[in-house]
DNA sequence: CTGTGTGAACTCGTTCACAGCA
DNA sequence: TGCTGTGAACGAGTTCACACAG
């Protein structure tokens, strides 16, 4: 028991629940509870039991049989199949409404992210404080790292941050038209993955990893269930009143849930 | 030819790709291009071009063999799919910085969603504009659509909004420990869907329609890939010079794309 | 001859059911 | 006995390949 797995391959839908699991099993542990098995973390989680035996059974074996797992060992776990436990400098880049709900979002600080750098364009915004850092003008990214960054170094609140680290992480928080150039900028810097809010594709190098989240798409997903749901209620003979179960989520690859 | 389908039962897969693929034709569209094959919009969309035809095959037989698909009625047949073309009066819950970028956001608009309410509860927030619209107290909520609501209802500058419509879909944008409160209340207004960006599972009545957006999720998932990044880096002889080819998305299940 | 529309093959993910260990 | 771990069955979604319409 309690072995982890050599790399196996992790499949991407387990991947997006990993996540997921981390938030529930912060809770439990936060709550004291020294042990929990699957059927518990699946109800809080919002999914099926099989399918958080087999999701874990990808990372290893921690379950004890009879007992269940044990939720400290599971988070540190699933920190390391994340790569949560190590420290990956993260750029935003747009510190607009969106970027400074980022910044200042429950998950950046509890997930343990830290933001190595800020960059906008807008002469307004470049030289205050965000989050304990300084806005840096676009262009400073082309030259993050080299000898010229020196003074806007320690220009932060935090005299504990370490100087300009190697970026890994790309956040891209400005309007579309802006996006392909900050990605190439991104990328130009040496960052490997990419999460863009931007409603626009990117081009750019293929070994780079990106992931999109468009607020817009989601709202005509939700437009179109709520259609279906319209639809559905011309049918019923009578509006059945309701139940209080659990709120799945509706047909997400990743994110769903319920506690 | 160009003959829509009754009812038959949409994949949700293809409905999460729909809003890309509408995109990509409003482009498309804008630049005045007349038709487009599915080869095209399948480049521009950043997915495979099969792909694209069973996803428009599901909606209707759209397309004009040898030649290819209008855009423009296509976007008006999965504007119709997706009820993007009827109203859903919408409520946003939490004007902090990620409610107002998600009212000021370009999808709000572009896509045709009107913003019906906003709601909060700080006394600082309350009764500021935003993005047109006063920001009402979460308790009038309660009473949306009851006569006591009259006197807030004619106090945002734009003259021609209408009365207090029976809201439809609800966005919570507020603190996590805040959503479910939220969440009970925007049912017991009527709303049917709910897209909720505070990182906690809801409980709630089966019927209603929940998507889940996490940002820290997306940055965990980031994580996971970047680690592997690193791990192949370890194994690779040569740090291969890369070509410029576009950028799909890492295993996500709606949202991918490339223009 | 070009590009759609679609059955059929295939891949990936979910669920089942139970063997095996604490 | 109780719950994990997992092969095996199932189902959803993707890709292939080709018949057929313009």
């Not at 400074?100 to 800020?118: D, K």
């Amino acid at each position: 028991m309690a072995r982890p797995r050599r790399s196996h391959h992790i499949p991407i839908a387990t991947v997006t629940r990993l996540p997921l699991y981390q938030r529930v099993l912060t809770e439990v542990l936060r709550a004291g509870q020294t042990t929990i098995s699957s059927e518990e973390l699946a109800v809080l989680a919002g999914v099926n039991a099989a399918k958080v035996r087999k999701d874990l059974s990808h990372l290893g074996t921690f379950g004890t049989r009879g007992t269940g797992y044990d939720p400290g060992y599971l988070v540190s776990q699933i920190d390391h199949c994340l790569g949560v436990d190590r420290d990956w400098p993260l750029a935003v880049v747009g510190v607009g409404n969106l970027g400074r709900a980022l910044v200042n979002s429950e998950g950046f600080s509890t997930r343990g992210f830290r933001v190595a750098a800020l960059f906008d364009v807008d002469p307004e915004v470049v030289g205050q404080v965000v989050g304990g850092m300084v806005v840096r003008h676009l262009d400073a990214l082309d030259r993050w790292g080299t000898p010229e960054d020196l003074d806007a170094s320690q220009a932060g609140g935090d005299p504990d941050l370490p100087g300009p680290a190697r970026l890994e992480i790309g956040v891209i928080a400005t309007p579309a038209e802006a996006a392909q150039d900050v990605a190439d900028r991104l990328v130009a810097a040496g960052v490997g993955a990419i999460l863009d809010f931007a409603p626009r594709g990117l081009r750019g190098p293929s070994d780079i990893v990106v992931r999109y989240v468009d607020l817009s798409m989601e709202l005509q997903v939700m437009s179109f269930f709520q259609s279906r749901r319209h639809a559905a209620w011309e049918d019923r003979p009578v509006p059945v009143p309701v139940p209080v179960p659990v709120l799945g989520a509706a047909g997400q690859a990743g994110s769903s849930g319920a506690a």
